[in-house]
Nanobody
Framework: QVQLVESGGGLVQAGGSLRLSCVVS????????MGWFRQAPGKEREFVAA????????YYPDSVKGRFTISRDNAKNTVYLQMNSLKPEDTDVYYC??????????????????WGQGTQVTVSS
């Protein structure tokens, strides 16, 4: 059974930074493409970032490009999301997700097999 556990969410002022972490257990971490998504109440889950199995490829939507950075440490079974220059519109529940290493459509939430429980990020103006 694969388990994903996020941490690092919280309350921050606009312009501030947070780093989210997601620890994966149960299978070989390096066999997964990892992604981060976010979701507000009543809205669809939105793609935020993705990283290939060994970290050679990263992908971001325009909404976070240049502000967010995804990284991974395969020795620690952990993926990170460094979020800088946060805006009130970044307020959401953030989820990490694991998909097969051959995943290529990074923004397709249906391509990911496993999900964490989410961590709340709140950005005050």
């Amino acid at each position: 059974q694969v388990q994903l556990v996020e941490s690092g969410g919280g309350l921050v002022q606009a312009g501030g930074s947070l780093r989210l972490s997601c620890v994966v257990s149960g299978r070989t971490f390096s066999s997964y493409t990892m992604g981060w998504f976010r979701q507000a109440p009543g809205k669809e889950r939105e793609f935020v970032a993705a990283i290939s199995q060994y970290g050679g490829t990263t992908y971001y939507p325009d909404s976070v490009k240049g502000r967010f950075t995804i990284s991974r440490d395969n020795a620690k079974n952990t993926v990170y999301l460094q979020m800088n220059s946060l805006k009130p519109e970044d307020t959401d529940v953030y989820y990490c997700a694991a998909g097969p290493w051959y995943l290529r459509v990074y923004a397709d939430r249906g391509a990911y097999n496993y999900w964490g429980q989410g961590t709340q990020v709140t950005v005050s103006s």
